[in-house]
Nanobody
Framework: QVQLVESGGGLVQAGGSLTLSCTAS????????VAWFRQAPGKEREFVAA????????AYADSVKGRFTISRDNAKNTVYLQMHSLKPEDKAVYYC??????????????????WGQGTQVTVPS
């Protein structure tokens, strides 16, 4: 059974930093495209960042560009999302998603086959 598990969420003051981790179990996702999405209360799920298995190829939502960095350690079967200069509007549940068939990055959530349960990030206003 494939499982993605996110960790690292929590409460952080505005301007602070957090690093989220997404670890796969049940399979290796070293060849997957992996993305982070987030969903705030009352809002639709939105794309945050994604990385191909060849880590040089990554993409970011405009709202996080320059503040967030996605990276991967295939030896650890883990993808990271480093978040800096956090803002209250970054508050959301963050989800990790992956797909082994994607040949290029997509920001469309239906394109990703495997999903984690999410981890909460709270940034008080």
């Amino acid at each position: 059974q494939v499982q993605l598990v996110e960790s690292g969420g929590g409460l952080v003051q505005a301007g602070g930093s957090l690093t989220l981790s997404c670890t796969a179990s049940g399979r290796t996702f070293s060849r997957d495209a992996v993305a982070w999405f987030r969903q705030a209360p009352g809002k639709e799920r939105e794309f945050v960042a994604a990385i191909m298995w060849y880590a040089e190829n990554s993409a970011y939502a405009d709202s996080v560009k320059g503040r967030f960095t996605i990276s991967r350690d295939n030896a650890k079967n883990t993808v990271y999302l480093q978040m800096h200069s956090l803002k209250p509007e970054d508050k959301a549940v963050y989800y990790c998603a992956s797909d082994p068939q994607l040949t290029r990055i997509t920001m469309r959530s239906p394109s990703y086959k495997y999903w984690g349960q999410g981890t909460q990030v709270t940034v008080p206003s």
